[in-house]
């Protein structure tokens, strides 16, 4: 991701099973934000990953979790929701093995972490997974009306002005302590801890640290031996870690498409910062496909430029680091659903890489289901500073 306010974006990536709009723009100093499209002849798979205390771990789950979710297909006999569980458990197993082998070297390894998005659709096409851990989010957009073919041609889902609305449904849970049933939940689990949130600067905290209650990584708020030196007794919990204060277990929803579902958008918080569930649905239902994603970011990047009343060109000029003030990273992917064809061997394999390595693809060859699974994170990521120092993380 270059340096500066531009927005990077895949206008539009068209495939016969789906149609994808791709955009990310970076405010923090180091883009923590790491995100991938994956489109072949199996259907098409999306993962969104919201890093917190620095970028590792949202690197390592856009690298790798695609690779164990092949690997568990295979073994269980397909693309579906026992694959994408254990999918995330081999996910959380290896980055927590790296923090592991790291941890002499490297101690602030431990507390860095992910929040991370997943979305699937395989098979006969007939179903939508989806996949989360945090407060990245996924959202449908369904109407009850077919759409008109003169829209379709405009690559509009409806036309403006007509009463077919489109109705945004929240396919995920946002695992997030300043909603009052997730603390609910967190109280239950350690009813003898009363600071087990804390309302810190207005703002619930899981012990007075993160936001979210469901992570990838922050390894040192689930297992003792990472809360411990050499991690700095600044950083440490006070108390040992006899139970992980933090799930790595996903919330899956599967929804059966129906004829009006028409879309799906996945993003990170930043984009929900500033945009409700069906602003956003009726941006994607009003204006075309191509370049979707980038114009939900533009329009929330506007809200914040009214907020603090500058030009949005004012707000372009600001550096990465100095806009994380003023919002967060922001990765949009929106999937526009297709019936399946029946015949999809001869369909390419797609991957396009958002966030550090926006723009990148992998080629055209799937990685081997049964290969070696290496950790992607390499040395030279380890050695980069890490955005925080890890007592307080801006989720």
């Known amino acids: 991701m270059a340096a500066g306010p531009g927005i990077w974006s895949q206008a539009l990536i068209k495939s016969p099973v789906c149609d994808v709009s791709f955009a990310a723009v970076q405010a923090n100093a180091i883009m923590e934000d790491a995100s991938q499209v994956v489109i072949g002849p199996e259907g098409f798979f999306v993962t969104v990953n ?59 390894l431990a507390c860095v972490g992910t929040c991370s998005l997943s979305g699937l659709v ?9 996949g989360n851990l945090g407060d990245t989010r996924a959202v449908l957009g369904t109407s009850s009306g077919a759409v008109k073919k003169s829209d379709s041609k405009k690559g509009l ?3 403006h002005g007509d009463d077919e609305s489109v109705s945004a449904v929240q396919l995920s849970t946002d695992h997030n302590v300043n909603i009052a049933e997730e603390r609910r939940k967190m109280e239950e689990r350690f009813p003898e801890d009363k600071e087990v949130v804390i309302d810190t600067r207005g703002s619930y905290r899981v012990k007075g640290r993160i936001q979210v209650c469901r ?11 990472f809360n411990q030196s050499p991690l700095p ?16 277990e996903p919330a899956i929803h599967v929804r059966t498409l129906q004829p009006g579902d028409q879309f799906a958008i996945f993003a990170t918080d930043g984009l929900w910062d500033l945009l409700s569930n069906q602003e956003a649905v009726d941006m994607v239902a009003r204006h075309s496909k191509e370049g ?17 009343d500058v030009k949005y060109a004012e707000l372009e000029r600001l550096g990465v680091g100095q806009r ?40 055209t060859e799937p990685p081997s289901p049964k290969g070696n699974l290496r950790l992607h ?15 307080m993380v801006d989720d």
């Not at 006999?77 to 458990?89: I, N, R, S, T």
């Not at 992570?215 to 031996?225: N, S």
């Not at 396009?352 to 080629?363: H, L, N, Q, R, T």
């Not at 500073?385 to 890890?390: G, K, Y």
Request: hydrophobic share 40%; charged share 25%; with cysteine.
């Open 122 to 130: 395989a098979g006969d096409g007939e179903q939508l997974i989806v």
């Open 292 to 308: 979707i994603a980038k114009r939900l970011i533009r329009t929330a990047l506007e809200r914040v430029a009214k907020r603090i």
């Open 377 to 391: 994170t390499t040395t030279n990521r380890l050695m980069h500073s890490l955005a925080c120092s890890c007592c």
């Open 233 to 248: 007794p600044s950083i440490q919990l006070k108390e040992p870690v006899t139970t992980p204060y933090l799930l790595s």
């Open 50 to 108: 919201d890093g917190h205390g620095g970028a590792e771990a949202s690197r390592f789950a856009t690298d790798n979790l695609y690779k164990h979710l092949q690997v568990h297909a295979a073994e269980e006999g397909g693309l579906g929701v026992p694959a994408l569980q254990h999918a995330y458990e081999a996910l959380e197993a290896s980055f927590t093995e790296l923090v592991s082998r790291s941890f002499e070297e490297h101690p602030r």
């Open 215 to 225: 992570t990838i990584g922050d390894v040192y708020m689930k297992h003792q031996e």
């Open 324 to 363: 994380r003030n003023l919002h967060d990273d922001i990765t949009v992917v929106v999937v526009f659903f297709k019936p399946f064809p029946k015949v999809r061997t001869n369909i390419p394999l797609k991957i396009v890489k958002g966030g550090e390595d926006a723009g990148s693809a992998w080629g």
């Open 157 to 159: 889902i409806r036309s």
